[in-house]
Every structure is written in structure tokens, then in C-alpha cells.
């Protein structure tokens, strides 16, 4: 089995680096940057969000695990503390060449420029907002129109994505098996004037979303972690990802419900008595 290690850059994400390639030494683990069967990132999620993007054009033949070192952990589920067992773990899957990985579904988009059309994906959301005036957009569900935005901005996420920014935004957390994307509003102006649904919505994996954009707006356009100032959008479709998936390793059961909890609520607080 191939891994390669993608950390924070923090001194104890490297630490840890370095340990884990002693720690796997004795096992049949063989580093490799270019082609790893598992990428282990070591950090926060922002740091599996880096990783994920490296290797987005190999997601048929790579999987992800995370250690987060000191900070939220969502697709980061290990502790620092357990890197030996998580050695061992992978060690003993790549002796008995069974990896155990759950799909997750990601957002495609298709931007189309005057140019021509450019496809991204993303594991989180994608994220479209005004720069120097607030954000017009027509919005179209299967081709028909829904709504005019106006306001901060629009937020697709993902299922993996709903407990990020989505989550901020009012926008339900949705479980990881279900293909399906979600429209969340970043502060839309509602008036006798200017109406939105004032909802999220939630759009299975056929069905598509079309965003456009007043023309010539100066956008910021944002994919996970990455931002780009755009002015050359005439429209932005989004939907599920059909046919790529992003591949998680599980060495462990940790069921999303409980990834959930021990991020947001806490397992103690979860199991609090009240009177
Ligand atoms: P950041 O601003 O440094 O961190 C954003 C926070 O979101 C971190 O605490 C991060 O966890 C957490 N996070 C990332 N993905 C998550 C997920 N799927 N579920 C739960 N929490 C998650 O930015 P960054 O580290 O580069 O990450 C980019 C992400 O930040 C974007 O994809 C977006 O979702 C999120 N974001 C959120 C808001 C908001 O909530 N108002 C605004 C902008 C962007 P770690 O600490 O473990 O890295």
C-alpha cells in the first residue's frame, strides 16, 4: 500500500510526520507522493481540504484519513495520541489488502465565461459573494426560474460540507450517504422589493441549480479553502458530482452522528442529566 502525508506545517503536524514514517517502516507501507493509495493529513480539516485538492484529479485510486492535531476535527478524526494504533491499523489492512473507505459526494460546478466553460469540484461548498456591491443574481432550479438574489451571497455545500460554512448559515447538517446538494443564503435582502425563499434547500443528485449573475459583477468566488476575484461569470451551474466521489478510510467505525456530536455538542455535555 502507497501514502503520502500532507500536514499543517505546524511544528507538531511535523513532528507527528515524522513519526508516522518511522512508525510504518515495519510495515508494507511505501511512500509515495505521486500515486498514494491514502493520503494522511495531519492538521485540521483545512488542512484535509488542502489535500483533498492536490489529489482531486485521483480520487479513483486515493483515500483520505486525518489526525487533527489541536484543532476542530471533523474529517480529522484521529487524535495525535493515537498515530502508533493508526500505524498499526493501516499496516495490518495493507498486510491483508482490505481497505475499508465510505464515498462521500462532492459539488461539481460549471462556470461559464465568455470563454468557454470550466468544470471544479469541491468537498466543502462553493461560495459566491458581491465584492464591491452586494450580490444580484437570477436563480433557475431545472431550468426554471426560482428567485432574484440579492444580498451577501449564495452557499452550495455539500453533505461533507453542511457542518462547515453551510452550518453557520442556518443550513441543515445532511448525512454523507445522501447525493444531494444544498442552497444556503448568506444574508439576502428581504423586502416588498427584493424576495427570496428565505429557506435552504436541499436538491437530490438529479437536479440541477443555475446561478446568473448580473453581468460584469465583480465576484468572489470561492471553492473550500480557495478564492478568486471573477468578473467574467455569465453563469454558474451547480450539482452533484456524477460519477466522483470522495474516498474516506476508516480503520475504525466513527459513525457521522457521533462525528457530530463530539464536534458541536461534546460527548459529556451529550450525556449531561438535566433535572
Ligand atoms: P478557516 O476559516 O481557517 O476555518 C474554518 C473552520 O471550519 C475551521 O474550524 C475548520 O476546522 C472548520 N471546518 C472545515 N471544514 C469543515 C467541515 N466539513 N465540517 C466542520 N467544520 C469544518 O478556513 P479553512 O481551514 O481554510 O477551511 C475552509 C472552510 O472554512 C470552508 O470550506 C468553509 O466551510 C469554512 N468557512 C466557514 C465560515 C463560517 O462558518 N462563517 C466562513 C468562511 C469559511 P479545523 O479547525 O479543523 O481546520
Known amino acids: ?50 489535500a483533498f485538492h492536490q489529489y482531486k484529479d485521483q480520487l479513483e485510486t486515493t483515500a483520505f484519513v486525518g489526525i487533527h492535531t489541536g484543532r476542530l476535527g471533523f474529517f480529522a478524526d484521529w487524535k495525535p495520541d493515537e498515530v502508533e494504533l493508526l500505524a498499526e491499523l493501516m499496516g495490518e489492512s495493507a ?7 465510505v464515498k462521500y459526494p462532492l ?7 465568455p470563454h468557454g466553460i470550466e468544470t471544479q469540484l469541491a468537498l466543502n461548498e462553493f461560495t459566491l459573494k458581491g465584492i464591491d456591491a452586494t450580490l444580484t443574481a437570477q ?10 438574489f440579492r444580498g451577501d451571497g449564495i452557499c452550495i455545500s455539500t453533505p461533507a ?15 454523507p450517504s445522501l447525493d ?6 448568506i444574508a439576502s435582502i428581504n423586502n416588498r422589493v427584493y424576495r427570496t425563499l428565505g429557506s435552504a434547500i436541499i436538491l437530490p443528485k438529479h437536479h440541477h441549480c443555475d446561478i446568473y449573475p448580473r ?14 476575484q471573477r468578473n467574467d461569470i455569465l453563469s454558474i451551474r451547480s450539482m ?31 450525556h449531561e442529566q438535566k433535572p
Open 215 to 228: 453581468a460584469s459583477q465583480n465576484i468572489l468566488l470561492s471553492l473550500d479553502h480557495v478564492y478568486n
Open 1 to 50: 500500500m502507497k501514502y503520502n502525508v500532507v500536514h499543517r506545517g505546524d511544528d507538531i503536524s511535523f513532528r507527528l510526520m515524522q513519526t508516522f514514517h518511522k512508525l510504518v517502516q515495519k510495515f508494507e507501507l511505501v511512500h509515495d507522493e505521486q500515486d498514494p493509495d491514502i493520503v494522511l493529513s495531519i492538521g485540521g480539516d483545512g488542512t484535509l481540504l488542502h
Open 95 to 101: 498486510r491483508q489488502n482490505d481497505l475499508r473507505i
Open 139 to 148: 436563480l433557475h432550479i431545472n431550468d426554471e426560474p426560482l428567485e432574484t
Open 180 to 185: 444531494a446538494i444544498q442552497i444556503a443564503e
Open 107 to 113: 459539488v461539481e460546478i460549471q462556470i461559464t465565461t
Open 240 to 270: 452533484v458530482a456524477a460519477g466522483k466521489k470522495v474516498k474516506f478510510a476508516r480503520f475504525r467505525p466513527f459513525p457521522f452522528w457521533s462525528r457530530v456530536r463530539e464536534a458541536f455538542i461534546g460527548y459529556e455535555a451529550a
Open 161 to 175: 460540507g453542511s457542518t462547515a460554512y453551510n452550518k453557520s448559515l442556518g443550513g441543515a447538517i445532511v448525512h
